[in-house]
Structures are given as structure tokens and as C-alpha cells.
């Protein structure tokens, strides 16, 4: 890192012609599929549920043979020639990025010839557990979990463990509230198997704990972003991410900080001033509309000023597959 040029996205990339695995994505990007259990989860209408399940043989037949054949990857491949212009000032010590995954260096080979020392495989939430636990619980699916791939192996800590016991939990309450069991969830919206101070309710450990174990499945083939790897080593922010950060001396009073920090926030929009430009927006995370209407009809209503541009084109790849999908 460090040198200004032209970053040319397929021949710079550590694989180019010398990984054994065809494609830009490694791991490939899988083939899109249809999940029923993922669309039912997202519909809370009964009559939704019945359309979807309705559809549902239609979408598995189409996208079973569109993955059959590797068609419709979930990430497509940049187009042959992509560069981007890396135009930035010279780091002052030019390096080697490194990733880490709780705490050990990363190495990723795609063949004999292609080692990689930043990108990573596969990251599994599995992988997080504490992998020197000693004291487990014989009904809890985090200690039982079986790892059936080599990568489910548990090598987190007890930071790692708690920070994905934190994520899923979050995950089980969303879900536990679209069963809408009223014993586990109370008229506030409280699931009362999660809440820490109150036994859970008849079934629901048991629910809870299948749903803990799906997701852990699930996520066998999670693949990290560039974005995130870049996050897992201190160095990389030592050495590169530091000059992102305006360096200077700070004028602002603390009165004008406050004001800042008040505007960042959305709960925080009644303590703006009546005068201040953003304060009509403080409606929309208060009653979930804009002058009265919801936000769909607000941004398409002529005079809005959310309204699209008419020179940007409302265009995407694919588009005509997610429209017959969308009439199916």
C-alpha cells in the first residue's frame, strides 16, 4: 500500500492467473436461491404467508436450475478492465496488509501458486465460540455445537463468544416477536425469554435453541468484505486509516458540540431548535411519516424534496428477472 496508479481490479488481484478456482470471488460467490423460511420470516400477514407459500414451488424450480448451472451468482463479476484511480498521497511507510482473525494472521491459498495474506476464506459465526471454554452447559447450543466443517472449529474467545451471543440474541427476539406467542412476548413488545430477568416461558428454550443452532448453520459459507478485514488488524489503522481523519485543531464551543451531537441523533431531535432546517425531519422517526404521509408516498409526491432527479436513471442489472419475479 502506498503507491498511486491505476488499481486494476481483475490483474491485481492475488489470484489472477494463478488461483485454481475460476471467477473474481474467492470463495465463488454462491448461486442465488430461493429460501422459503427466509421469506416467511419477513411476512407477518397471514394472507402474505399463504401467497408466498403459494409461489413458492415456482421460485425453488426456477432458481434450482438457474444454480444448477452457476447462473445469477450473488455477487456478479466486475467487468473485464475495471480500474479505479488510486490517487491518494504516498503513505509514509508503505506495507503489506495482514488480516487477523481473532488475534491470528490469516493465510489463504486458492492452489499451489496463489497464497493471500490479507483475504480471507470463509467466516463462520460458529467460528466465534471460545475455543478454551471449560465449563459447558449440556443444554446450551453454543457449548454442543456440532462444527461439521473444519472452518465451524471454534477459535474465538470469550469476547468473541459473547460479542455473537449478543448478535443472535438480537436475531431471536425479532424472530420470537413475528411468532407472536403471546407468553413469550409481552404487550410492550418485551420478549420475556430474553430479557434477563424472567424465566423463559414453557417451549421457548427449546424453540430458541434449534433457532440458535440455524443460525450457526446458515452462516457456514459467510464470506468477510475487504471492508471488515481491514478492521480486524490495529496496524492497518496505525499505518493508513489514521489520515482519514481530519488532523487540526478543533474551534467548534462546547455549546456548538452539543448542538452537533443533538442533530446526530435521532431520538435526540425535540432539543433542536424550531428554527434549525433539520428539525421537520424529527417527525419521521417519531411518527414514521413526513408531512403526513409515509415515506413512500412523500418521496413520489411531486414537490418533495427526496423526489429522484429526472437525469438519474432508475436502473439496475438484472432488473428484468427481478420484475418477472416479481409478478410470479
Given at each position: ?10 490483474e ?15 470463495p ?25 407459500t ?9 432458481t ?116 407472536g ?18 424465566v423463559?416461558?414453557?417451549g ?97 409526491s ?27
Amino acid at each position: 500500500m502506498g503507491e498511486c496508479r491505476e488499481y486494476r481490479f481483475w490483474e491485481d488481484d492475488w489470484r489472477y492467473e494463478k488461483g485454481s478456482t475460476p471467477g473474481f470471488w474467492y470463495p465463488p460467490s454462491p448461486p442465488a436461491k430461493y429460501g422459503l423460511t427466509r421469506a416467511w420470516s419477513g411476512n407477518e400477514d397471514a394472507i402474505a404467508r399463504v401467497l408466498t407459500t403459494a409461489t413458492a414451488p415456482v421460485l425453488y424450480v426456477v432458481t434450482l436450475a438457474t444454480s444448477a448451472f452457476k447462473l445469477f451468482r450473488v455477487n456478479a463479476d466486475p467487468p473485464k478492465g475495471w480500474t479505479v484511480r488510486v490517487d491518494a498521497p504516498p503513505l509514509d511507510e508503505p506495507f503489506e496488509p495482514e488480516a487477523l482473525r481473532y488475534g491470528r494472521r490469516t493465510n489463504v491459498s486458492d492452489g499451489p501458486h496463489a497464497t493471500s495474506v490479507f483475504n480471507e476464506g470463509n467466516d463462520p459465526p460458529a467460528a466465534a465460540r471460545d475455543a478454551e471454554k471449560l465449563e459447558k452447559k449440556a443444554d446450551d447450543p453454543y457449548d454442543n455445537y456440532a462444527a461439521e466443517e473444519e472452518a465451524q472449529q471454534a477459535i474465538g474467545n470469550v469476547e468473541s463468544e459473547a460479542s455473537q451471543r449478543y448478535e443472535d440474541h438480537a436475531v431471536l427476539r425479532m424472530r420470537a416477536r413475528r411468532v407472536g406467542d403471546p407468553s413469550w412476548v409481552d404487550k410492550d413488545g418485551n420478549v420475556i425469554g430474553e430479557d434477563g430477568k424472567s424465566v423463559a416461558p414453557e417451549g421457548y428454550e427449546q424453540w430458541r435453541n434449534k433457532q440458535v443452532t440455524q443460525i450457526l448453520d446458515a452462516g457456514r459459507t459467510n464470506n468477510p468484505t475487504n471492508h471488515s478485514t481491514i478492521m480486524t488488524n490495529p496496524m492497518h489503522a496505525e499505518k493508513a486509516l489514521a489520515y482519514d481523519v481530519a488532523i487540526g485543531l478543533c474551534y467548534l464551543t462546547p455549546e456548538q458540540l452539543t448542538e452537533l451531537r443533538i442533530e446526530a441523533d435521532w431520538r435526540l431531535g425535540e432539543g433542536l431548535e424550531d428554527e434549525h432546517p433539520n428539525k421537520q425531519y424529527t417527525t419521521y422517526f417519531a411518527m414514521g411519516k413526513m408531512k403526513g404521509e409515509f415515506l413512500s408516498d412523500w418521496i413520489a409526491s411531486k414537490d418533495s424534496e427526496a423526489r429522484r432527479p429526472e437525469k438519474i436513471a432508475d436502473e439496475r442489472e438484472g432488473e428484468f428477472f427481478l420484475k418477472v419475479g416479481g409478478i410470479v
